[in-house]
């Protein structure tokens, strides 16, 4: 008789694979979480000695596609092809601290470089 105009709440599986083989999840989103969540997700969950600093430093994929910030995770589902009900895969790549100036590299022993000359 009376249609509730409550949205219901859907969500999705989702496990992160690391590039050392280790895994994080699977985690629950919501369907309209965006990219941008599951990456501040995903770092908050990350083992503390060797986590990114922020969510730049995080790239996801789903095999061959790299996920944007602004994608949703009822995008992925289209994209992986996976029925509704079972748990996406997804691949992270983090990218490494890189030293913007000379100064802010770390200190090299002088025998390195002559190694590295020669």
């Known amino acids: 008789m009376f249609l509730c105009c409550f949205r219901m709440e859907r969500y999705r599986q989702i496990l992160f694979r690391l590039s050392d083989g280790t895994q994080i999840g699977p985690l629950r989103f919501q369907t309209h979480a965006t990219v941008a969540q599951l990456k501040a997700s995903l770092v908050s969950h990350w083992p503390k000695e060797n986590s990114p600093r922020s969510i730049k430093d995080v790239k996801l994929f789903i095999g061959v596609r790299n ?52």
Do not use: Y
């Not at 590299?105 to 002559?114: D, K, N, R, V």
């Open 67 to 118: 996920l944007e910030n602004g994608m949703e995770v009822d995008d992925l589902v289209l994209i992986s092809g996976k029925p509704s009900n079972e748990t996406l895969v997804m691949q992270v790549v983090v990218r490494l601290p890189s030293f913007g100036a000379k100064e802010n590299m770390p200190a090299c022993h002088p025998c390195l470089w002559a190694k590295c000359i020669s």
